[in-house]
């Protein structure tokens, strides 16, 4: 499930509440060349609410600055809560929108069915050290 659609006012917005990571496995085939199974992890939304749209109440706070000269538009940039995680590859993290904590994907368990580890700073399933 992932939260969108319509709230009953303008200035509210769809938001998650609780989410969770679901891991798949996708086998990839190259024809006439090869095959293997690789994992993708997808955010799903359990619980979502209508709340105030941020872009509302930070336009709301700018309205006693003056605006621009006749005919040139402002730029305006849809507000997140939380500012991305800062790690290289954002796609192994997942960030939580109440706390915009990021943590990991991938899980310890799910590497270890594998014969891995979860290295907690990459957020990566690695070999295990000898």
Excluded: Y
Excluded at 55 to 83: D, F, H, L, N
Excluded at 102 to 107: E, P, Q
């Amino acid at each position: 499930m992932r939260c969108g659609g319509c709230c009953n006012d303008e200035g509210l917005e769809c938001v998650p509440t609780e989410e969770f990571n679901i891991t798949m496995q996708i086998m990839r085939i190259k024809p006439l060349q090869s095959q293997h199974i690789t994992e993708k992890s997808f955010l799903q939304h359990s619980k979502c609410e209508c709340r105030p749209k941020k872009e509302i109440t930070a336009r709301q706070e700018k309205k006693s600055v003056r605006g621009k000269g006749k005919g040139q538009k402002r730029k305006r940039k849809k507000s997140r809560p939380c500012g991305p995680c800062s790690e290289r590859r954002k796609h192994l993290f997942v960030q939580d929108p109440q706390t915009c904590k990021c943590s990991c994907k991938n899980t310890d368990s799910r590497c270890k069915a594998r014969q891995l580890e979860l290295n907690e700073r990459t957020c990566r399933c690695d070999k295990p050290r000898r």
